[in-house]
């Protein structure tokens, strides 16, 4: 609903900007509570009603929907953000002070979140309180980059995390080593070990967790090496990996795989679903380049080897989990789609022109090409 409003802000817009080049944004928020909507009160006694839910623990959901349109290129993308906001039980005084000051009565759902007196009662915000305010920066930022973009023509994949479920063998194997000195293999120190070679990770771990003196990095690495080749024969595709490599290779989008990970892992991994990864024309690995992730390298390599000319890096879309390869893919004047893991920390996030949940959630049209 709150798209189809933007939508149709933006429709009504358009046709006022002819001759001008620029990205037009319009917004839209609805607040929902107990399962329904919830608009301006009508009245002191509805926005006491509302108060007094709120402050019985019940959130206060805001959905903002969002539609940024290129008036140069007519390409419109669009997208949904949701922040939930609860408050601890607060006196009927802040009731008195929010009826008396009068602001709520203008404010979808009967809240104003910065409210000075209110905010001392907040408890915590699921979300962003930009996103409860109806300015999600985050997710703004990122469609203003998508729209701004130019048509995708080639696309490159990372593997591992991305497409295949190789992760969690990774942190079975290094844990179990790891666990010999009674250390952790903590998420904080996977993020930063993501997208690098092999030696180069290790030595991130063995300096992270102070085993200097106690194992190598090569060390490490060859102990690794053979409890993966265990595991890594078992990896299985994740949501929505085959149905885009699918899509992507029927309308003929040229599509590679730049990953860093050693040919012989690669072919290790990838043995239960050749089929389907000989649908791209062709893969890089990570010993085929000098620099790992975070130089752009690898991605600048797999574009290279395109059939014709090398495609413009503008026009090249990066699909990625890690934030080492994100940063790559921006170094590289590429776009770049960020499919994190969910735990990894907001901190580590940002810098992509999109972020999804999973592939399940991605929108080719978006893109420029072809809807599925």
């Given at each position: ?126 979300g962003t309180i930009e996103a409860v305010e109806g300015l999600p920066i985050k997710p703004l930022r990122e469609l203003l980059l998508l729209a ?209 949940a999973s592939l399940e959630q991605f929108r080719p049209e978006d893109w420029g090409l072809p809807p599925y």
């Amino acid at each position: 609903m709150v798209v189809a409003i933007a939508g149709g802000k933006a429709d009504a817009l358009v046709p006022r900007l002819a001759g001008r080049e620029v990205l037009l944004v319009c917004m839209d928020q609805v607040v929902c509570c107990d399962g329904a909507v919830r608009e301006k009160p009508e009245g002191e006694e509805q926005a006491r009603a509302y108060l007094e839910s709120y402050r019985q623990g019940k959130g206060a959901t805001c959905v903002n929907g969002i539609v940024v349109h290129s008036t140069a290129t007519g390409k419109r993308v669009t997208g949904v953000n949701k922040a939930t906001v609860f408050w601890k039980p607060f006196p009927d005084a802040v009731i008195d002070h929010l009826l008396q000051k009068g602001d709520i009565f203008t404010c979808a759902g009967g809240f104003v979140v910065e409210d000075p007196e209110l905010s001392t009662y907040r408890d915590r915000i699921e979300g962003t309180i930009e996103a409860v305010e109806g300015l999600p920066i985050k997710p703004l930022r990122e469609l203003l980059l998508l729209a701004a973009a130019p048509t995708v023509t080639h696309v490159l994949f990372d593997m591992d995390g991305l497409l295949l479920d190789t992760e969690s063998a990774y942190t079975v194997a290094q844990q179990e080593i790891v666990d010999r000195w009674g250390k952790t293999f903590t998420w904080d120190l996977k993020s930063k070990m993501m997208g690098r070679k092999a030696l180069e990770a290790a030595q991130i771990l063995v300096d992270d967790l102070g085993l200097q003196g106690k194992i190598t990095a090569e060390e490490f690495v060859t102990e690794r090496e053979k409890k993966l080749d265990v595991l890594f024969a078992n990896s299985s595709l994740l949501p929505g990996v085959e149905k885009l490599i699918r899509h992507l290779s029927k309308h003929k989008v040229p599509m590679a795989v730049a990953t860093s990970s050693h040919r012989r892992h690669f072919d290790l991994k990838t043995g239960k679903h050749k089929e389907l990864f000989g649908l791209m024309h062709h893969i890089v690995t990570g010993d085929q380049v000098e620099k790992s992730k975070p130089a752009p390298d690898i991605f600048l390599t797999a574009a290279a080897q395109f059939e014709g000319d090398t495609p413009d890096p503008g026009s090249v879309l990066v699909f990625e989990d890690a934030p080492n390869g994100v940063e790559a893919g921006r170094a590289a004047g590429m776009q770049v789609c960020h499919v994190p893991d969910a735990n990894l920390g907001i901190d580590q996030r940002g810098g992509a022109h999109c972020e999804l949940a999973s592939l399940e959630q991605f929108r080719p049209e978006d893109w420029g090409l072809p809807p599925y």
